[in-house]
């Protein structure tokens, strides 16, 4: 079941109004990740790893006062998302 209609592909996180979508390079919305991992056609962190993403979420869920092995559950999502996809390769 899917709550949300898109959801960041780096990050996992809901993308409820266009506002919330990172940008390409000409400055048009992003179809796949939020504005807080992509912006301007580039990933706002690089070198970030899968695991640190998932740690990142995890963290962020917990400050929401999600329990914790909800967070953790919901923050391994992360490892399906497609920016991650080639790490799996």
């Known amino acids: 079941m899917k709550l949300f209609k898109e959801i960041c592909q780096s990050c996992s996180t809901p993308i409820l109004k ?3 979508k ?3 390079k000409d400055g048009v919305f992003s179809k796949l990740y939020c504005r807080h991992c992509y912006q301007w056609g580039v990933f706002n962190d690089p070198k970030m790893t899968v695991e640190q993403m998932g740690e990142i979420v995890r963290q962020k869920m917990i400050k929401l006062e999600f329990p914790r092995f909800l967070a953790k559950l ?9 920016r991650w996809e080639v790490v799996k390769a």
């Open 18 to 20: 266009d506002a919330n």
């Open 22 to 24: 990172g940008t390409e």
């Open 74 to 82: 919901l923050a391994n999502r992360v490892y399906i998302l497609k």
